[in-house]
């Protein structure tokens, strides 16, 4: 069994920030990469930003310059730091970590970006 736990979200005001956390555990032999997706009401889940294992790290055109995803080398996880945040931005947002040759999904964090 795999499990993939995320931490972080909530409310932030515009031009704020926010930092989503994620990290996957149990028997994992193989790790591909591992990223951020969000899906907002209405519309088609895309991805926000993923880092491979090698470290090659892949970001939607649309957060490029104000967030950036991190991977923690001595553990599967990730975390990804949002700046300068956009009402745009809000959304429900998923971690995906391709482990064993499969996607596997986190339940979701809301986001929401408000004044």
């Known amino acids: 069994q795999v499990q993939v736990v995320e931490s972080g979200g909530g409310l932030v005001q515009p031009g704020g920030s926010l930092r989503l956390s994620c990290a996957a555990s149990g028997d994992i032999f193989s790790f591909r990469s591992m990223g951020w997706y969000r899906q907002a009401p209405g519309k088609q889940r895309e991805l926000v930003a993923e880092v491979t294992s090698g470290g090659v790290t892949n970001y939607a055109d649309s957060v490029k310059g104000r967030f950036t995803i991190s991977r923690d080398n001595a553990k599967i996880a990730v975390t990804l730091q949002m700046n300068d945040m956009r009402p745009e931005d809000t959304a429900v947002y998923y971690c995906?970590?391709?482990?064993?040759?499969?996607?596997?999904w986190g339940q979701g964090t809301q986001v929401t970006v408000s004044s």
């Open positions: 995906c970590a391709v482990v064993n040759y499969l996607p596997r």
